[in-house]
């Protein structure tokens, strides 16, 4: 296909990538502020990472869980708790620009609300970013009552300075 029959192309009928989202994102008016759209999400699990808040942001990101290196009262923080959404490879580059520089996309194993594994891409800290992790654990509830009303207005200017 052609760049200009990509552009035709209705996004109804483009090929959906699945995502797995585990923080800010899990808000339904965040990902329709970035989108331009609602984008439904279903329930998933990560297993084997860790959700962790940084140091100075409201957001978290996903490790590696190294069972060696976390507390015992830590073994729970093993599956990350999410949403699958699909998206069109257009969103999917739009939420690459959205994330900072301390996250790579990757693909990773992840365990849908029928317990069936599937692959979906994921934003994970980069290695070189690790010093930017606390050891705090991130919570949702918290996030909404703190940070969600001006993480929608963020994201919808940096919807609108993308034209």
């Known amino acids: ?5 990509a552009i035709a192309r209705p996004a109804s009928m483009m090929a959906r990538c699945p995502l797995l989202i585990y923080g800010s994102l899990l808000h339904p008016d965040i990902r329709h502020a970035l989108l331009g759209r609602p984008v439904p999400a279903s329930p998933a699990w990560l297993y084997g990472y860790r959700r962790i ?16 290196a976390l507390p015992r009262t830590a073994v729970q923080l093993k599956e990350i708790p999410g949403a699958l959404i699909r998206i069109s490879p257009r969103e999917l ?14 693909r990773v194993h992840v ?11 994921c934003y994970l ?9 606390s050891n705090r654990a991130w919570s949702l509830s ?3 009552r703190r940070h969600a009303a001006r993480s929608i207005i963020e994201a919808r200017r940096f919807r609108v300075s993308r034209g």
């Open 142 to 144: 918290r996030f909404e």
């Open 111 to 121: 365990r849908d609300e029928t317990d069936n594994a599937r692959w979906a891409w």
């Open 93 to 106: 580059r739009v939420l690459d620009a959205y994330e900072n520089d301390l996250y790579v996309r990757r």
């Open 1 to 5: 296909m052609n760049a200009f029959e």
């Open 125 to 133: 800290l980069k290695p070189q970013c690790r010093r930017a992790a």
């Open 53 to 68: 808040a940084l140091r100075s942001e409201a957001f978290p990101a996903v490790v590696p869980a190294m069972p060696a």
